[in-house]
């Protein structure tokens, strides 16, 4: 059983010390317990905040600990009621090829899924973050003006696909030009605009000629001080994450903006809401299964998916997830 343990805490980019591959027994499931087999491997950019020790929602992966993520797997012995041999299952299995676990979380899939992968992307975890930071928080109205950053990923992807199948005028904030295309000639945004490009605010002002109803941010820094001027008066904004800021080690140069921030707020009557998924959206799972199943079934939410083969991979498609090298849902098969 090869396995992925943090080796050290990163201080800014996670590098090449980060994680260390260590080669161990295979574990013998005890009373209660199953034996999976990890197919799939989830990349996520939260894998970075468990990295650290700083504050945060969840408790840090200690040093030497298994590197924690969502997989996909194959059962290949069970003690546990609801699962058998041979069963495909979505858990929190880790950086390694194999895992125990006593099935609490554990989504049992059956026997022949199609594209049991995707329970890792756009009907898992980001694809039911999209859907409920968009239905639930941002409660969106026929007509109104959506962006969302990081719109080729797969937690932006979804949002905005969401927002067209509801009625809305979708504006994607994507990184290049073959990211921006993508977006709206195959997910169908109405607009895309590239942030690293020149004249990024003004473009973004030209698409949305009606101000901006819904932001949900995904992302923060320079296309948040963008977006923000945009805002409409009664304004959502699903916050839910700041993909830029992750890999910081220090607040940015510049004056303090935040009184003038707040008093924006204030004054246009904005609502402003973190969310972590799990934590405030879990019981909807069904719900949310049930509805994006559906809608990928009959081609109305599209899904792009990039495979890297080789759990020895791992580190580096992580490092490059964080500086936008993904495209697509970033997805690890461990096995051939
Ligand atoms: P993505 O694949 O969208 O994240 C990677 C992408 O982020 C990159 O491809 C890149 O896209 C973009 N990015 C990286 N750095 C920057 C930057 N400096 N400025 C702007 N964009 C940048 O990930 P997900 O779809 O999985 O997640 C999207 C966001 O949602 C993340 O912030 C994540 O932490 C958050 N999240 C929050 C959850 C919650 O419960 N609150 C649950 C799941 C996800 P590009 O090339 O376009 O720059």
């Known amino acids: 059983n090869r396995k992925f343990v943090l080796a050290e805490r990163p201080k800014g980019e996670p590098d090449e010390n980060t994680l260390r591959l260590e080669t161990v027994d295979l574990p013998t499931p005890g009373k209660g317990q199953m034996l999976l087999r990890n197919e799939y491997l989830s990349l996520?950019?939260?894998?970075?905040?468990?990295?650290?020790?700083?504050?945060?929602?969840?408790?840090?992966?200690?040093?030497?600990?298994?590197?924690?993520?969502?997989?996909?797997?194959?059962?290949?012995?069970?003690?546990?009621?609801?699962?058998?041999?041979?069963?495909?299952?979505?858990?929190?299995?880790?950086?390694?090829?194999?895992?125990?676990?006593?099935?609490?979380?554990?989504?049992?899939?059956?026997?022949?899924?199609?594209?049991?992968?995707?329970?890792l992307g756009v009907l898992?975890?980001?694809?039911?973050?999209?859907?409920?930071?968009?239905?639930?928080?941002?409660q969106p109205k026929k007509g109104e003006t959506?962006?969302?950053?990081?719109?080729?990923?797969?937690?932006g992807a979804t949002v905005?696909?969401?927002?067209?199948?509801?009625?809305?005028?979708?504006?994607?904030?994507?990184?290049?030009?073959?990211?921006?295309?993508?977006?709206?000639?195959?997910?169908?945004?109405?607009?895309?605009?590239?942030?690293?490009?020149?004249?990024?605010?003004d473009a973004l002002?030209?698409?949305?000629?009606?101000?901006?109803?819904?932001?949900?941010?995904n992302v923060g820094g320079a296309v948040f001080d963008a977006v923000f001027p945009l805002l409409n008066t009664l304004a959502r904004i699903p916050v839910c994450g700041l993909i830029s800021q992750y890999n910081a080690t220090s607040l940015p140069d510049g004056?303090?903006?935040?009184?003038?921030?707040?008093?924006t707020i204030l004054r246009k009557r904005m609502t402003v809401r973190g969310f972590i998924v799990f934590d405030d959206f879990g019981p909807y799972y069904p719900e949310f299964a049930k509805q994006m199943g559906d809608w990928v079934k009959s081609g109305k939410i599209k899904y792009r998916e990039e495979v890297i083969t080789g759990l020895e991979q791992a580190p580096a498609a992580f490092i490059g997830l964080l500086k936008g090298e993904a495209f697509g849902k970033r997805v690890v098969k461990l096995s051939d």
Not at 44 to 71: K, L, N, W
Not at 124 to 138: E, F, K, S, V, Y
Not at 205 to 217: L, M, R, T
Not at 255 to 263: I, S, V
Request: glycine share 16%; proline share 6%; aromatic share 8%.
């Open 44 to 119: 996520d950019p939260y894998m970075r905040g468990r990295m650290s020790d700083a504050p945060s929602y969840a408790a840090p992966v200690e040093i030497g600990e298994v590197m924690i993520g969502g997989t996909v797997a194959q059962v290949l012995s069970s003690d546990v009621t609801g699962f058998e041999k041979d069963d495909w299952v979505v858990a929190f299995g880790g950086w390694q090829d194999y895992a125990l676990s006593d099935g609490k979380g554990v989504i049992n899939m059956g026997k022949s899924p199609e594209n049991p992968s995707w329970a």
């Open 124 to 138: 898992g975890m980001p694809g039911l973050t999209a859907w409920a930071g968009l239905t639930q928080i941002a």
């Open 146 to 155: 959506l962006v969302v950053a990081g719109a080729s990923g797969p937690v």
């Open 160 to 201: 905005g696909q969401i927002g067209k199948i509801l009625g809305l005028r979708v504006v994607g904030i994507a990184g290049g030009a073959e990211k921006c295309a993508h977006v709206v000639d195959t997910l169908g945004f109405d607009a895309c605009i590239d942030y690293k490009a020149e004249g990024f605010p």
């Open 205 to 217: 002002k030209a698409a949305v000629p009606d101000g901006i109803d819904i932001y949900f941010e």
């Open 255 to 263: 004056p303090d903006r935040l009184n003038q921030l707040l008093g």
